[in-house]
Every structure is written in C-alpha cells, then in structure tokens.
T-cell receptor, first 111, second 116 residues
Framework: GQSLEQPSEVTAVEGAIVQINCTYQ??????LSWYQQHDGGAPTFLSY????GLEETGRFSSFLSRSDSYGYLLLQELQMKDSASYFC????????????FGSGTRLSIRP | DTGVSQDPRHKITKRGQNVTFRCDPI?????LYWYRQTLGQGPEFLTY????????KSRLLSDRFSAERPKGSFSTLEIQRTEQGDSAMYLC??????????????FGPGTRLTVL
C-alpha cells in the first residue's frame, strides 16, 4: 500500500522561508506532486518531481529523494496569501490514474 | 477556459435520502475524477472516467455510490440512502490527453454534503 506522512501544522513569519516535509511508504510511484488548498477552495497543482533532485518554480521549490523516501516543498519570501494547506501526493505504479494524497500540512503565516 | 464547475456547492440532506452531484469538466478534457475529502484530510480517490468509460473505482465506493459520465462530458455522482458518515466535500477533477502518470488534474470547487 501507500502512505504519505506530513506534519499537521507549520507556522512561519511573513518574508521567511519554510520547508514542509513529506515522507512516504510506497511500493513504487511515478513522481511526487504538491498541491495547495486554501480554506473552502479547490486543491491547485504546485509542482511535480519525477526524478530525484530539486525543481524550482518561482518562490516554490520541491525536492525528491527516492533513496530516502522523502520529499519537501520549500516556500520562500512567504506572503500572507501562502496561508493554506499543502498536500504531497503520488501516483502509484499499480494505478497511475489516481492520485494518493497525504493528510496535509496547514501553514499559518504570521506578520 | 471556465475551469471545472460543480453543482450544487452545498447540500444538506436527511439520513436515508438520495443525493446527486454534477461536475462539468474543462471542455477539452477527456479524463474525469471524483474524490472525497473530510476535514483535516487529503482528498481520497473515488473513481475515474476516460471519456464515458468508468475505468477505475475505489473500494471506498460502496454499492450506495454510483457515478456516470454518459456522453463523455459532464458527470454525476449519486449517493443512495445517505448516512452521516457520507458527510464530506466531494471534489471533481479533470485532465487532458497525455500520460496518466504525469497529467495535471484541475479540481473543481467541490460540493459540501452534510447528512443530518
């Protein structure tokens, strides 16, 4: 089976940098994705790591290490609008059509 | 591109009643997904359509749940004999042609179901 573990809550200061970790147990997957979801809103795609290493998209970067069963999302120059829940997710080899989400990390930004 | 839309946005029903939700995907997308999300959890996969064919169903989808996509465009999710445990946000997502392992899914705003 597959499971993804994330911290339930993280608090950071506006303008700072924060890292949200994701550790997983899965028998095999195509890549690690990250989604953002504001309260009452829909999940929106942020980034995808098919291979080990760092992917950068503006203020957001995502990292994957398959050997360590570990990934993270790095948010820089935090803004108040970044307050949201962040989910890591995988597509398993056994079923590429569905996304398996972690339980999510609620990020709160303080002024 | 108007995005994925879902109707209704909120539904309150009494236990035992049937409910039906509708999802309109992005027009050129041939893949459609349903997920269920409870408070403080990530979305859980329910079912997947490619065009009008339902290709995968989760074991979470009991016999009381049925989904259709009759013409390969909009989809409906029906829950029969609702139970309080069915209370959740029901999310629809769509994606376009491409390798299923890498395509980006676009989510709708969801239908929040409350079963009293």
């Amino acid at each position: 089976g597959q499971s993804l573990e994330q911290p339930s809550e993280v608090t950071a200061v506006e303008g700072a940098i924060v890292q949200i970790n994701c550790t997983y147990q899965t028998s095999g997957f195509y890549g690690l994705s990250w989604y953002q979801q504001h309260d009452g809103g829909a999940p929106t795609f942020l980034s995808y790591n098919a291979l080990d290493g760092l992917e950068e998209t503006g203020r957001f970067s995502s990292f994957l290490s398959r050997s360590d069963s570990y990934g993270y999302l790095l948010l820089q120059e935090l803004q108040m609008k970044d307050s949201a829940s962040y989910f890591c997710a995988v597509r398993a080899y056994s079923s590429a059509s569905k996304i398996i989400f972690g339980s999510g990390t609620r990020l709160s930004i303080r002024p | 591109d108007t995005g994925v839309s879902q109707d209704p946005r909120h539904k309150i029903t009494k236990r035992g009643q049937n409910v039906t939700f509708r999802c309109d995907p992005i027009s050129e997308h041939n893949r459609l997904y349903w997920y269920r999300q409870t408070l403080g959890q990530g979305p859980e996969f329910l079912t997947y359509f490619q065009n009008e064919a339902q290709l995968e169903k989760s074991r979470l989808l009991s016999d009381r749940f049925s989904a259709e996509r009759p013409k390969g465009s909009f989809s409906t999710l029906e829950i029969q004999r609702t139970e309080q445990g069915d209370s959740a946000m029901y999310l629809c997502a769509s994606s376009s042609q491409g390798i299923p392992s890498t395509d980006t899914q676009y989510f709708g705003p969801g239908t929040r179901l409350t079963v009293l």
